[in-house]
């Protein structure tokens, strides 16, 4: 998500004729709009730490008033809901054979660095960090589910920001809330998903249901200080994301494996991909091998080099920080290149394959950042998909009707030159063909999506699906405005 280091400006003319813009939502259907709000991000309806329910209790989870919750009780399955495939969508966007079940948990990591508390006279001062999850899995639906729920989260960028108040909205997804666990063909593939900051475990539900209809258990978090309702210091984030995905997967590999949960059975935690946008793209590359630059003049900045020297590069406690069990990363917009945060051979340290997406427009993350991060990771497999016009909301969900009515809020989701239906479409293609072929290890079916001949599609045959140098899977005209690269592991960049 968008990071503090880039600057943002109203419109001029806006504020010369004291007007309120007020922008017509794209598509309305699927969406809820504002609720009374409370809740601030969080869904309620289910603690990893309620394990003693009543089976009245648990039976009652299952039933019509648990699906959706009053915001999107009018939303129909006919409606179009984040994720759904356009009628152009490539071939790799359809939904999965599986149906798709979503719980919220807590969990805690106890006794971790407090930062945002650090001072001279108390220099390692600790808390329990608790952590919101998400979790879609496969699922068996019973008669009383529907896949359909509501997710909750709000506009703004942290309770003490007075340009972006938090505006809470929910809004629909395609998933039954506490649906059983569908055990027929498990464990399933870890996928670990990781928002910008600020964001959300919800930013990206059109992805996340959709690799879970494809037979993954996939669990996004909500990045205590660094989520659109709680969001605070920036130092917190720079420490803490690739620290939160570690212990997201010894938690969740440790709840599959104590079989007296839900997730009992479900994960192989031993194929693990972890997914970061932006700042979580920055914690992905750290936990995926990149190890931090402990030259970089951000650690001084805020006074953390001690406490993240056993990330950075070089460093003897890093290959002991690494867990091995992460096989994949897909890094969406990855922030930290303007700050010399990754180093070449910092790079060269990612010894998985990679999938890099990000918008040749994008002065967040800078797309050359982006880039000469995808070609020093000379040690992965590595893939690059760019968006021709797009800048760096290329990874999110469309935005809620409610951003509609304020422009920062608006751009904060919304592309300016792409239709965010489209993008979520060609991401779920693209992310679909990469796991199938490393995850699921199988390149007869998905490796043909990734070989593309002509890396523009632009110079691509635009009117022959049959033509060699089309893109597979896209519909004839419509492979338009992006190029694909890949770089085999050991291929030194140009």
């Known amino acids: 998500m968008i990071s503090i280091f880039r600057p943002f400006f109203v419109s001029a003319l806006l504020l010369a004729a004291g007007t309120l813009l007020i922008a017509t939502p794209a598509q309305a259907l699927h969406e809820c709009g504002a609720e009374d709000g409370k809740s601030h991000g969080h869904d309620h309806d289910h603690k990893h730490k309620s394990k003693s329910k009543s089976k009245k209790n648990k039976s009652k989870k299952h039933g019509k008033s648990d699906k959706m919750s009053k915001g999107c009780e009018k939303v129909l399955e006919t409606d179009f809901i984040n994720g759904d495939a356009r009628i152009d969508a490539p071939e790799l966007a359809a939904r999965g054979e599986f149906s798709v079940g979503v719980r919220n948990i807590s969990v805690t990591n106890y006794d971790q660095i407090d930062i945002l508390q650090r001072s001279a006279s108390n220099p390692y001062p600790k808390y329990d960090r608790k952590l919101e999850l998400e979790i879609w ?71 996340t249901e959709n690799l879970a209809s494809k037979g993954y258990v996939v669990v996004a978090i909500d ?147 982006i880039e000469s991060f995808y070609k020093n990771a000379v040690n ?16 999110v969900n469309p935005p809620p009707p409610l951003a509609g009515l304020y422009y920062r809020e608006f751009g904060h989701y919304q592309e300016p030159a792409w239709d965010n239906r489209r993008l979520n479409n060609i991401n779920q293609h693209f992310i679909t063909a990469f796991l199938g072929k490393y995850i699921k290890a199988d390149n007869e079916q998905f490796g043909p999506y990734l070989n593309l001949i002509q890396p523009i599609s632009n110079l691509s045959s635009r009117n022959d699906e049959k033509e060699p140098s089309y893109w597979k899977g896209f519909p004839n005209y419509s492979a338009i405005g992006m190029e694909f690269h890949h770089l085999p592991q050991y291929a030194l960049p140009d």
């Open 137 to 207: 899995y496969p699922a068996q639906l019973g008669k009383r589910d529907h896949e359909l729920t509501s997710y909750h989260d709000v506009l703004g960028s942290g309770p003490d920001d007075a340009d972006r108040p938090l505006r809470p909205f929910e809004f629909a997804g395609r998933s039954a809330r506490n649906a059983m666990p569908y055990l027929g063909q498990s464990p399933y593939p870890l996928i670990i998903v990781s928002h910008g900051y600020p964001g959300s475990r919800v930013l990206l539900t059109y992805l």
């Open 380 to 395: 992965s497999d590595r893939y690059l998909l760019a968006y021709e016009s797009a800048i760096h909301e290329v990874a």
């Open 223 to 369: 990045h205590t200080e660094s989520t659109h309702a709680d969001k605070v210091g920036f130092h917190s984030t720079l420490l803490n994301r690739s620290r939160d995905v570690n212990f997201v997967l010894d938690n969740i590999a440790n709840q599959s494996a104590q079989g007296r949960d839900f997730l009992s059975g479900m994960v192989d935690a031993d194929r693990t991909t972890v997914i970061g946008y932006s700042m979580g793209g920055y914690g992905a590359l750290n936990a995926a091998g990149a190890g931090y630059n402990p030259q970089s003049p951000l650690w001084g900045f805020f006074g953390m080099n001690d406490l993240i020297a056993s990330q950075t590069e070089g460093s003897d406690d890093y290959p002991a920080f690494l867990d091995p069990r992460i096989r994949a990363l897909v890094a969406f917009a990855p922030w930290g290149g303007s700050f010399g945060t990754f180093t070449p051979t910092g790079m060269a340290g990612i010894e998985i394959p990679s999938l890099f997406i990000s918008g040749k427009q994008d002065e967040t993350s800078g797309y050359d950042n």
